[in-house]
């Protein structure tokens, strides 16, 4: 069936590193991929999304690119802040037939940016 | 604007005990779900709607029923509490189509003694 897998965390930076988190899918059709945030104490919400194979999402200096070749949809900023520190969801939706409404999220990773 | 309206926000409750958690919406969103999210399991589907009348089970329905009587509302219904529904339960809506962008509400942790 549909699934994501992500990198296990928790991840620890210091502040301007550079974060990369895995995400990598398994998907019979051809789903749109979604990267959520979560911040302490909150519900989850949008951070960034792609449709198509090589469509890139970027939003707040982190981006992913949709690679179709390695079913992949990494999450990447270059220069982390201690307010980045919440956990990180992978998602993905195929919004057709059997799977109509439904939104399939990895298992989350957390991170902690320290200054 | 209110968004994804999630009551209540903490809930105590007996093994055995029945509740209902409720959840309203009031962006038109033909899409709703109700996930659960437990260390280490990240958010798992319970129920889902794609519109009022139509209902569907996710990948952890056993102990939840569901109904979507209008567009606005998806109440979460446990039968019969048990100790390992003890959760953080979080509600989403969306519109349909593809890349359609989830909003979900604020969570209800809830404790089953």
């Known amino acids: 069936g549909d699934s994501v897998t992500q990198m296990e965390g928790p991840v620890t930076l210091s502040e301007e590193a550079f974060l990369t988190i895995n995400c990598t899918y398994t998907?019979?059709?051809?789903?749109?991929l979604f990267w959520y945030v979560q911040y302490p104490g909150e519900g989850l919400q949008l951070l960034l999304k792609a449709t198509k194979a090589d469509d890139k999402g970027s939003n707040k200096g982190f981006e992913a690119t949709y690679r179709k070749e390695t079913t992949s949809f990494h999450l990447e900023k270059g220069s982390v802040q201690v307010s980045d520190s919440a956990v990180y969801f992978c998602a993905l939706m195929i919004d057709r037939g059997s799977t109509l409404g439904r939104l399939y999220f990895g298992r989350g990773t957390q991170l902690t940016v320290w200054p | 604007n209110a968004g994804v309206t999630q009551t209540p926000k903490f809930q105590v409750l007996k093994t055995g005990q029945s509740m209902t958690l409720q959840c309203a919406q009031d962006?038109?969103?033909?899409?709703m779900s109700w996930y659960r999210q437990d260390p280490g399991m990240g958010l798992r589907l319970i129920h889902y709607s794609v519109g009022a009348g139509i209902t569907d089970q996710g990948e952890v329905p056993n102990g939840y029923n569901v109904s979507r009587s209008t567009t606005e509302d998806f109440p979460l219904r446990l039968l019969s509490a048990a100790p390992s529904q003890t959760s953080v339960y979080f509600c989403a809506s969306r519109r349909s189509g593809e890349m359609t962008e989830a909003f979900f509400g604020q969570g209800t942790r809830l404790t089953v003694v």
């Open positions: 998907a019979t059709g051809y789903p749109s």
């Open positions: 962006m038109n969103h033909e899409y």
